[in-house]
């Protein structure tokens, strides 16, 4: 099986991939991800998520070649613990919408033009080489370099997924994808912002303070944890890794002595 692995430039340009031999399988990972950024852009999200995926569609359509989705996080506030893929989405950002949008696109190619597609919804991930604006690598550098640990808020609680597991689930979403199928993946438990902070300081040994600055975002959500029972059955997945066991792969990364680890994020 022929595999594209990547492509250089803007991905809302159908020129970028027009030039790309054929492959029986495509990973759409290409997209503007940090929802604070999303807010200030809206249009540059939805032209790089909407417009991108629809380039993504049509060389799968081209090809003939089936589709790997990353989606996002779509289900806003849940009405119920845990989600599961049949609950209706419901974006509350500009990032969300943009994905959901983009999954609308991958239902009508797959209804229409008969493209196998597999839309994975990863709920937080995190590990190696994540951007530090977000919370783990954020809280990791604070632990190496601060006199105490800063953060907005405590207690939202949230469902984390190291990148290794994640990308098992990927590979895994290439054996006999049929129509348009939405898989969850998570760890099915989740976390307080709390709990994190204190993971992680058990790890490096270290009892900095904890200052909240008791600033929730709008329209936050204070807990989300995934029902996987779809990626147990469709894919024979499940999480390999606690979370104890991710953080501490993280943590090692990180350390200014540098460190080997399994996996990357950005």
């Known amino acids: 099986m022929t595999l594209v692995t990547s492509a250089d430039g803007d991905i809302a340009d159908p020129h970028t991939l027009a030039d790309l031999p054929g492959a029986a399988q495509v990973f759409h990972l290409a997209a503007r991800t940090f929802v604070p950024d999303s807010w200030r852009d809206p249009a540059g999200f939805v032209s790089a998520n909407v417009l991108g995926s629809v380039n993504v569609l049509e060389y799968c359509r081209k090809h003939r070649a089936q ?22 989405p419901c974006p509350n950002n500009p990032y969300a919408l943009s994905k959901h949008l ?8 797959a209804s229409e033009f008969g493209l196998p597609v597999t839309v994975i919804r990863p709920f937080n991930v995190f590990g190696p080489g994540q951007k530090s604006h977000f919370l783990i690598p954020a809280i990791v550098r604070q632990l190496f370099g601060s006199k105490a640990i800063v953060v907005k808020d405590l207690e939202p609680r949230r469902d984390y997924i190291y990148i ?7 590979l895994r979403s290439m054996e006999r994808p049929v129509g348009c ?19 992680l300081q058990a790890i490096v040994g270290t009892e900095l303070p904890v200052l909240c600055e008791g600033q929730g975002r709008t329209n936050e959500i204070q807990d989300v944890y995934a029902d996987i029972t779809n990626a147990r059955e469709m894919l024979g997945w499940r999480p390999q890794l606690t979370l104890r066991q991710g953080l501490e ?18």
Do not use: M, W
């Open 164 to 170: 290794v597991d994640l990308v098992e689930a990927l």
């Open 181 to 199: 199928r939405i898989i969850n993946i998570g760890s099915g438990k989740s976390v307080s912002v709390r709990r994190l902070i204190s993971e």
């Open 249 to 266: 792969l993280t943590v090692e990364s990180c350390r200014p002595s540098g460190g080997a680890s399994r996996g990357a994020v950005s």
């Open 102 to 109: 983009a999954e609308q696109e991958c239902a009508f190619y």
């Open 67 to 88: 589709l790997t989705f990353v989606s996002g996080y779509l289900y806003g506030k849940p009405r119920h613990l845990p989600i599961s893929e049949t609950s209706p």
